[in-house]
């Protein structure tokens, strides 16, 4: 049960587009349509933003989109807010009802 | 509205034990899976424990298991996590969270959390 792996940090202007990956293994990421991603603001819970790699909750803004390719899955912000600004994690479930969280990205909206 | 309300956290002693609760309203919530996922401080997530609806299946992470016992009362919609032979590494705050509809394989809801410190 390795953790995913994200990049400490990505960055980006306010209308611009950033992607923050995550790549795991055959074993959780590659093997299942299964990847969440959660958008986290300091000191608060993290709050789901896509599921199932590409699906969008009610009341996430069209902006965020998600997509996989092999072990590697992708988040990807267009039209940066500042709002947008926090931590991102992904998710991926790995089997017989256990999980693997990334390590998080740091988005700073320059 | 799904609320989750997490209790229980502290300060206790490596080798100490404590038990976490989390109090669910807003859905039934007998009919959903339930997690525990922790973030130790400045770090990343880490799933902890799942149980089904009828406590028939529990999982636990490597790093936990054996030591820590996910378990709920549907009666009083409330989910626990007992916790022994606590280390320094598992100071973290804990959520617990709720699994989507049945099926699903994420997390749709979050508490607030609980702070625990495992510090002589």
């Known amino acids: 049960q390795s953790a995913l792996t994200q990049p400490r940090s990505v960055s980006g202007s306010p209308g611009q587009s950033v992607t923050i990956s995550c790549t795991g293994t055959?074993?959780?990421?590659?093997?299942?349509?299964?990847v969440s991603w959660y958008q986290q603001h300091p000191g608060k819970a993290p709050k789901l933003m896509i599921y199932?790699?590409?699906k969008r909750p009610s009341g996430v803004p069209d902006r965020f989109s998600g997509s996989k390719s092999g072990n590697t899955a992708s988040l990807t912000i267009s039209g940066l807010q500042a709002e947008d600004e926090g931590d991102y994690y992904c998710?991926?479930?790995?089997?017989?009802?256990?999980?693997?969280f990334g390590g998080g990205t740091k988005l700073t909206v320059l | 509205e799904v609320q989750l309300l997490e209790s229980g956290g502290g300060l206790v002693q490596p080798g100490g034990s404590l038990r976490l609760s989390c109090t669910a309203s807003?859905?039934?919530?007998?009919?959903?899976?339930m997690s525990w996922v922790r973030q130790a401080p400045g770090k990343g997530l880490e799933w902890v424990s799942s149980?089904?609806?009828?406590?028939?299946?529990?999982y636990h992470a490597d790093t936990v298991k054996g030591r820590f016992t996910i378990s709920r009362d549907n009666s009083k919609n409330t989910l626990y996590l007992q916790m022994n032979s606590l280390r320094a590494e598992d100071t973290a705050v804990y959520y617990c969270?709720?699994?989507?509809?049945?099926?699903?394989?994420?997390?749709?809801?979050w508490g607030q959390g609980t702070l625990v410190t495992v510090s002589s």
């Open positions: 969270v709720k699994r989507s509809v049945p099926g699903s394989y994420y997390f749709d809801y």
């Open positions: 807003g859905f039934t919530f007998s009919n959903y899976a």
């Open positions: 199932d790699v590409t």
């Open positions: 149980i089904s609806p009828s406590s028939n299946y529990t």
């Open positions: 998710c991926s479930y790995a089997g017989t009802y256990t999980w693997v």
């Open positions: 055959s074993s959780d990421v590659g093997g299942y349509n299964y």
